[in-house]
């Protein structure tokens, strides 16, 4: 069994819904239970994927259940979890920096270990230690801004951390972007910006003649330029071809969860090989 790690790098705000008020937010983000860290749970990947064969890049019917298998029988792929990597945070030193943390790096190094990817093939990244109170990693110097919290830059991310990154991110542009606003933040420093940095919205259902509210309800998303990762792991070549062959590079996008017909959910999709290098 092969396994590929892919990056779903968000294009427009993503809601994966909890299914569950929390507090003043109605429909909140799924998140890890140990954690708090935002997730997409890899039945939505799967069945993402699923409706992908069957609509943007049509495969014939037998061909879908044989991939992605039925109620009653496994098929040749398998998805996991997509795992937040980067988390776009509004910053005043600059427009935004994307965030992570040791504790992320650490689970990207081991899952990268799953796709069959050693050091000694592929520079892997460090997994930083952020030293002292407020402290963050990260280019520049002196003070950054982050929503309302001030941290102190106490040395830049290791080089690696941008390279290996950056084969989850297809536009090249973007990829140009990841050494000036990555941050390594503690691992309870992110956690605090996953559960109070995410954007809510407020969404409203008014009367069809009076224009009255019938139901106000608040939401989060994810934001866009979140990366995310996920595992797939196939049974036979034909299978991982199948699934390379539903993205193109004229057309990688892969819509997630929910309120897709206001324009949410788009992902830009890129395959990294063993190499290292997005596909």
Not at 140 to 150: D, I, M, V
Not at 152 to 180: D, K
Not at 254 to 269: A, D, F, M, S, Y
Request: hydrophobic share 40%; charged share 25%.
């Amino acid at each position: 069994m092969k396994t590929s790690m892919i990056g779903l790098l968000a294009e427009t705000a993503i809601h994966c819904g909890a299914g569950r008020s929390a507090g003043i937010v109605d429909l909140p983000v799924a998140r890890e239970a140990t954690t708090d860290f935002p997730f997409i749970a890899g039945s939505g990947v799967k069945g993402a994927l699923r409706g992908r064969a069957r609509g943007g890049r049509p495969v014939e019917t037998e061909t879908v259940t044989e991939l992605f298998g039925t109620a009653d029988r496994a098929g040749k792929v398998l998805v996991s979890d997509a795992r937040l990597l980067l988390l776009p945070v509004r910053s005043l030193t600059g427009t935004y920096r994307w965030l992570t943390s040791p504790l992320v790096i650490e689970r990207y190094h081991r899952d990268l270990a799953r796709c069959g990817v050693s050091a000694t093939r592929t520079p892997l990244p460090e997994i930083p230690r952020v030293d002292g109170v407020a402290g963050a990693l990260g280019a520049g110097r002196g003070t950054l801004y982050l929503e309302e919290r001030e941290f102190q830059l106490r040395g830049e991310c290791p080089v690696e951390l941008h390279t290996s990154i950056g084969s989850l991110v297809r536009p090249a542009v973007t990829r140009a972007r990841l050494t000036p606003q990555v941050v390594i933040v503690s691992d309870d420093d992110f956690a605090w910006f996953c559960r109070y940095a995410v954007p809510v919205q407020a969404r409203n259902h008014l009367d069809a003649e009076t224009k009255k509210s019938n139901n106000l309800w608040y939401e989060e998303s994810l934001p866009a330029d979140t990366l995310l990762y996920s595992l797939i792991s196939t049974r036979d070549a034909a299978a991982r071809a199948a699934v390379g062959d539903l993205f193109t590079e004229t057309d990688p996008y892969l819509q997630l969860g929910g309120n897709e017909t206001v324009g949410h959910g788009w992902t830009i999709v890129s395959f990294r090989d063993q190499a290292g290098a997005a596909s």
